[in-house]
């Protein structure tokens, strides 16, 4: 069974810039959510998606970002404009369906924002 | 005060030795996530367990939903297992993830 993937793998831009992320849960998965981990801190959660439904996004500074989830499958994140502060791992997980299933974490994205 | 602790927050040992980290919350929770974390970024799920006791391979997690109280046990320890454990519970209509602070594990040869 393929994991969750994840693109690019590093990304380094310089601040006020636009930047995307790209995730691809596992097969069948319904829920994905996008998860942001600052440097010596645990992950935050950002945005989470049933299906194509956004369920939670109460984390997500909206002014800046945005996540979308097209036919329910690949999702994308994005940063615009990018600020110092959103240096972090941009992390994607997928469960099977109903949100109280196990996680499956994708390698991640880092993001260096100069 | 944080929902979820973990102890201890840092832990080196030596290769073979059993390994326990210990994780206690204050909430409500369905279901709790043991995690691995490797320098780098990626995130393994361990385990997920509400009740009684899970074993894969050399790892063992406990949970006591009454007592609020969680357990990851690593027998005869290597150093590949050198890396970060979280212990994250569900709570919540969302069964959103609460994450502990995480310890670091450090196995010696």
């Known amino acids: 069974e393929a994991g969750v993937a994840q693109s690019p793998r590093y990304k380094i831009i310089e601040k006020r810039q636009s930047v995307a992320f790209w995730c691809n849960p596992i097969?069948?998965?319904?829920?994905l959510y996008w998860y942001q981990q600052i440097l010596g801190q645990g992950p935050k959660l950002l945005i989470q998606?049933?299906?194509?439904?956004?369920?939670?996004d109460s984390q997500l500074p909206k002014d800046r970002f945005s996540a979308e989830r097209l036919k329910g499958v690949d999702s994308t994140l994005k940063i615009q404009p990018a600020k110092l502060e959103d240096s972090a791992v941009y992390l994607c997980?997928?469960?099977?369906?109903?949100?109280?299933?196990?996680?499956?974490f994708g390698p991640g994205t880092r993001l260096t924002v100069t | 005060k944080n929902e979820v602790e973990q102890s201890p927050q840092n832990l080196t040992a030596q290769e073979g030795e059993f390994i326990t980290i210990n994780c206690s919350y204050s909430?409500?929770?369905?279901?709790l996530h043991w995690l691995q974390q490797h320098p780098g970024g990626g995130i393994v799920s361990l385990f997920m367990?509400?009740?009684?006791?899970k074993k894969h391979g050399r790892l063992i997690a406990t949970i006591n939903i009454q007592e609020k109280h969680s357990s990851l046990h690593i027998t005869s320890s290597h150093p590949r297992d050198s890396a970060v454990y979280i212990c994250?519970?569900?709570?919540?209509?969302?069964?959103?993830?609460?994450w502990g602070a995480g310890t670091k594990l450090i196995i010696k040869p």
């Open positions: 998606f049933q299906n194509n439904g956004v369920v939670d």
């Open positions: 909430v409500g929770i369905s279901a």
């Open positions: 997980a997928s469960s099977w369906g109903g949100t109280g299933n196990e996680q499956y």
């Open positions: 097969s069948g998965h319904a829920t």
């Open positions: 367990l509400s009740s009684g006791k």
């Open positions: 994250a519970p569900l709570k919540g209509s969302n069964y959103q993830l609460i």
